[in-house]
């Protein structure tokens, strides 16, 4: 994806880079606004059985991460940090 429109492009998302820009656009996902409200649990789940294995769970952190970015025109700084997410 080449856009640097940062409504649209995903890299845009703190602690998403080109590997995790490719498993979201796997799941269908492909602007920033596409995933505002979206389940980051559901998103987990598909994936892990679209590729029929687990995944670690850092992915469902980034996960968290990247829709609580999408979904917030305001957005806590510490929030924008994959860890904050963990369990």
């Known amino acids: 994806m080449d856009n640097d429109d940062p409504k649209t492009n995903l890299r845009t998302i703190p602690g998403v880079g ?9 799941l269908g996902y492909k602007s920033v606004a596409d995933l505002n409200g979206a389940d980051p649990q559901a998103m987990y789940d598909r994936f892990c059985k679209m590729k029929g294995q687990h995944i670690d769970r850092c992915l469902l952190y980034v996960f968290r991460g990247a829709v609580y970015f999408a979904s917030h025109k ?3 700084p510490k929030k924008l940090r994959w860890w904050h997410w963990k369990d």
């Open 74 to 76: 305001t957005r806590d």
């Open 18 to 26: 080109k590997s995790i820009e490719q498993d979201l656009i796997e």
